[in-house]
């Protein structure tokens, strides 16, 4: 029953630089793992970056060393940092959180996500 809000998305020229935040609200996110996925018109949504409940994270190749994913769960955020933005990061990206209960069974919870545009 998390509720996430994307924002920071933009225009930006290749080369650029932009941080995109992910505000949670409705329940603590220390107890979920949590990540970013794109999706670029008429293609399928990938995944960006993934960052666990114990702080691991893992990058697609596309974007290892350019893109950096934090959280800070006092504050209930989750960020991606991006740089040396190409026009192939162009995307509407999206927040994403995974509940795993005691039980063994997860919910997963989505935002309504945030355009990036990579363009001169």
């Known amino acids: 029953q998390v509720q996430l809000i994307e924002s920071g998305g933009d225009l930006v020229q290749p080369g650029g630089s932009l941080r995109l935040s992910c505000a949670a609200s409705?329940?603590?996110?220390?107890?979920?793992?949590m990540g970013w996925y794109r999706q670029a018109p008429g293609k399928q949504r990938d995944m960006v970056a993934l960052?666990?409940?114990?702080?691991?994270?893992t990058y697609a190749d596309s974007v290892k060393g350019r893109f950096t994913i934090s959280r800070d769960n006092a504050l209930n955020m989750m960020y991606l940092q991006m740089n040396s933005l190409k026009p192939d990061d162009t995307a509407v990206y999206s927040c994403?959180?995974?509940?795993?209960?005691?039980?063994?069974?997860?919910?997963?919870?989505w935002g309504q996500g945030t355009q990036v545009t990579v363009s001169s």
């Open positions: 409705g329940s603590n996110i220390n107890t979920y793992n």
């Open positions: 994403y959180a995974q509940q795993i209960l005691s039980s063994g069974v997860g919910n997963d919870y």
């Open positions: 960052i666990t409940r114990a702080g691991t994270t």
